[in-house]
């Protein structure tokens, strides 16, 4: 069992930034593959974003490269979510997502993920 717990969401007006933080309980740096979702209001949830094990391999949505970041820390058990020049359709919860994987070094980009934080909410003004 893995808790991931987020925090770092907040409300910001449009271009601004913030950095979200996913601290898991467990070590996942080898063997999970670890991504951001987000729900809008009335909305599917989303990939976002997502590293690789051993952060060898990164992928963004559309809506979201050039503009986020995603990293991790292994000495910490922590994943961040650099989110630049923020728009008002950024609004959502975004919610941290851990995936068991021995071997793939795929990410997932759908909500096929082992283990969910309880989500920060991110409120982008205009």
């Known amino acids: 069992q893995v808790r991931l717990v987020e925090s770092g969401g907040g409300l910001v007006q449009s271009g601004d930034s913030l950095r979200l933080s996913c601290t898991a309980s467990a070590r996942t740096f080898g063997s999970y593959v670890m991504a951001w979702f987000r729900q809008g209001p009335e909305k599917e949830r989303e990939f976002v974003a997502g590293?690789?094990?051993?952060?060898?391999?990164?992928s963004y949505a559309d809506s979201v490269r050039g503009r986020f970041t995603i990293s991790g820390d292994n000495a910490k058990n922590t994943v961040y979510l650099q989110m630049n020049s923020l728009k008002p359709e950024d609004t959502a919860t975004y919610y941290c997502?851990?995936?068991?994987?021995?071997?793939?070094?795929?990410?997932?980009?759908?909500?096929?993920?082992?283990?969910w934080g309880q989500g920060t909410q991110v409120t982008v003004s205009s």
């Open positions: 590293i690789g094990r051993f952060g060898a391999l990164t």
């Open positions: 997502a851990a995936r068991f994987t021995a071997i793939s070094n795929t990410i997932p980009t759908t909500t096929t993920y082992d283990y």
